[in-house]
């Protein structure tokens, strides 16, 4: 399995303000995948990131909110832009493994707190 | 309804109970099925991988699937205090997107 750390495991902020959350693999993999899990709840898929097009973005999810970086095969960044405190949440990378697409390996996750 | 239903818990057994743990789903095309444990401020980490039915069994974990039913279950054997997390069952078509399950908290009384 891959090794995946994130920055910054949490961070408090201020709503209007944006933060920038990034993925890093220890391996080079094709598909990286960026979830959100609020307290309680499923995790809930926001996009798609492949290495050298746009990341395609779940319903409910637009670049403007959240826009994604792939600048090669083992990082990607997640941005939570004009942050409100719905946006209050744990942020989630996630790899495809070597049995392919249906088994993902997860990072350590982002906890966020929008005051 | 949710496409896949997972009773939230808390389940609270007694060290080396047997710990059973279910979901169950609406879309009969699923085929890959999968169980995740997830401890208090970690991301999820892959236990069990299952595709179409059966069983698979790794050490006291044993993952069962009934298609047939649409159920899930994830068997816990001699469980542990560190057995004590969250745990997540997704499920897939054939292809990326994992539907999840909202997790079920077990705890594991020593």
């Known amino acids: 399995s891959a090794v995946i750390s994130q920055k910054p495991s949490r961070d408090i902020c201020q709503r209007g303000t944006s933060l920038t959350i990034q993925c890093q693999v220890d391996s080079q993999v094709t598909m990286m995948f960026w979830y959100r899990q609020q307290p309680g709840q499923s995790l809930t898929l926001i996009a798609t990131?492949?290495?050298?097009?746009?990341?395609?973005?779940e319903s409910g999810f637009v670049i403007d909110k959240f826009p994604i970086s792939r600048p090669n095969l083992t990082f990607s960044t997640l941005t939570v832009s004009n942050m409100s405190p719905e946006d209050s949440s744990i942020y989630l990378c996630?790899?495809?493994?070597?049995?392919?697409?249906?088994?993902?390996?997860f990072g350590p996750g982002t906890r966020l707190l929008v005051l | 309804q949710k496409e896949v239903e997972q009773d939230p818990g808390p389940l609270s057994v007694p060290e080396g109970a047997i710990v059973s743990l279910n979901c169950t789903y609406s879309?009969?095309?699923?085929?890959?099925f999968m169980w995740y444990r997830q401890y208090s401020r970690k991301g999820p980490e892959l236990l069990m991988y299952?595709?179409s039915s059966g069983n698979k069994e790794d050490g006291r974990f044993t993952a069962q699937v009934d298609k047939s039913s649409k159920y899930i279950s994830l068997f816990i054997r001699d469980s542990q205090p560190s057995d004590s997390a969250t745990y997540l069952c997704?499920?897939?078509?054939?292809?990326?997107?994992?539907?999840w399950g909202a997790g079920t908290k077990l705890i594991i009384k020593p």
């Open positions: 996630s790899v495809v493994g070597s049995q392919g697409g249906e088994t993902q390996y």
């Open positions: 990131a492949n290495q050298g097009s746009e990341a395609t973005y």
């Open positions: 997704a499920m897939s078509l054939n292809n990326y997107q994992l539907i």
């Open positions: 879309n009969s095309a699923f085929q890959y």
């Open positions: 299952t595709y």
